[in-house]
């Protein structure tokens, strides 16, 4: 039988503690809510957040997760360096990274991306239509032709992003700009998926089409234990005849 | 239960009939090599071949299939176009399609790149070593740095295809070529992998690390039941406002 | 000095002879006003149409031909599959070929792509923004964050396509669509920019932001006279040690 | 008339002051010679070292400079963390980026592609040939169908880089392994190359064919000055209808 995947949902978790629009709509937490709705069989499923000890991302909890989901906002900036190197190095060596929405400004994922990820914004709740761009890949897999949320906040584009190794979704938004939503990477040994639906003051999270894309997603970035690169000197593996 | 991968391996099954060396390596064809090389469990194989009517490959079995392998070299054109484009077809709707070694000059596999799909080769028996480029894609998976076949026929860039959505396997040549020997790609919800290796008089298909690599890539290309897109006509899905 | 590029733009002018609405937005053709737009320094523009032998395009035409700009609708079934083969293979030697809106259902872009090139459509003359998705790109030189379009027909995903190249530019549609609507591929020697819009009804080409556009795309799309490839039997380079 | 390119090639210049072998070949320093060789009409070369204040990389410098050329090896570690932010930042903001062999392990490439950037390597003068696999690409132009280099270092996969945006070339070396050596990607408004030879040791910046892809490479990579994205909070394009 597979092992189970061990997935890790981080959540900042400051608004719910101190925005009450936020905690009617996440009472727990949005991690509680994204934990739950994507526990499954095969997915055994855990929470961290910024204010437990080393963000609750120590080396034994690291070692022990297979995919790493990312929610954070307003705090980026207290994430600690060495934690964050941390993250970055399991990805490498192949642990996945799904990264959600206001995410996109979190030191790991523009570490992992090398620009500034910078994008527009606009928060007045319009309609967003999340389109399918590439219906063979297996994240948008159960998926129709588009995910409509009702209410949402607007990131538009230009979104400053290295190229996506693949693009699964664009978002079309009521008040006239489009957004890549969906995105892939492979960044060593390890899957980075960005998905950028779910500002705290929406019941996003609670969607089944948005928990189906991250269930697929994690399916998706589950470390295989497979082809192992190595770096280091190395002897010829035929003999040379030209050198000197 | 997930239910089980239906795999047709295709062999234009001509070489071996005529050729007392390739009879000799391949007794019963390539594709019964093949078929046995990758049946396990949750994969079920079954064959076809060229002489068969219609090509073994009635619109029924193409149905009942999710992914089809394919190995011709000698007689692409007596492949008929109305099987090509049945198999095309086939492929647009989501049936995963692994291309082998001279398979790269088939019909089907030029009308779904668009190219002449041309390169350079020669048969001296020489070393390859195929490299993994990309650890972290699954059909890599199990495979360590490289694979190292003692004798096969090269080829040589420049390879004609279309960029490859993913390149997975370079090949060194001891003769002093390279080769892009590992490429997928996405063709409607159809997804194919072209694969180099295995000339008919030697025994590549098997050497266990080049079956390992087409079984990971029967798990990538088989198809998933998910996002439909839908081409047509179609209404407004919001109240337009700038209508003349 | 720099020789001109020698540019051919190719219409089916067919709308125009038998739609006075059409004939009013573009009297002397939609290729002339392209054609018109396009021309510059350093640019030489012809141009070629359906009903014209060979349908304009003969051997001499093509082969002093740098860049072929394409626009098709109504009649795609009428143009030679002769004349497909010949225009693939210029475009495979180095000619680069712009598609344009309706193009995209052509019989040289659906044997260039390989897919189906399907797509939902709408006309009800609503309003398009196209956005620039990779602003370092040159054929989005001198373009602002997008290009307003007042009344267009829409073209909405899924658009059955490869995996561009490289995505320049996404639409948002009034209606509440998407597509990606500037896309690049490389095949053989030949470069390929599809730009989606341009419906005949509307005065399209004529907007001094869409013919930017052509012309950045024509700039790219030139054939350099670099890289060779070669393809056949070929010695080895090196000595070979492995041979049995 | 186009104003020209103002290039500027940065070396660590520490092998050439200490080590009389690599005296010989570079006497003035390998960016000397690099500088000397991509002159030409159209193009403005000076240089800047690791020694010079702020290692030459003023802002002065670096708002000056259309594309900047790197070449380091032993003392990556030794370029201040401020001068790497100010490089990255001009590039996200348009300045080409050249990297070239050692430069993999330059913090400014490091930090643009988020990964490790490690290799394998070896270092016995065997021979190399770089084979055109983009023969499309403008970096490729005026290149055969590879360029030999007599002795080189080699670097071999798995070379642990994002996905390049284009593949240009791959590396063959007489001791049995490959390697993507010309890898294009772009970062924000910039656009970066990576071209793997060039070890110290080597005439390697002498051949005229290795200068040749440089100058091309300094043709891709210089700053267009068009489109133009903008990253704030943004007020509706459109009416909005769904606001709560």
Known sequence: MKPAIRVTVWNEFLHEKENEAVRRVYPLGLHQAIAEGIRQEGVEVRTATLEEPEHGLTEEVLNETDVLIWWGHKAHGRV?????????????????????????????????MGTSCSLKWREVGEKERIWVVDPAHPIAEGIGQYVEIPHEEMYGEHFDIPKPDELVFVSWFEGGEVFRSGCTYHRGLGKVFYFRPGHETYPTYYNPDVLRVISNGVQWAAPRHGATPVYHHTLPLEEIRSTK
């Open 80 to 112: 600690e360096d060495a934690i964050v190197d941390r993250v970055q190095e399991r990805v490498l060596q192949g642990m996945g990274l799904i990264v959600l929405h206001s995410g996109h400004y979190s030191k790991i994922f523009k570490k992992l």
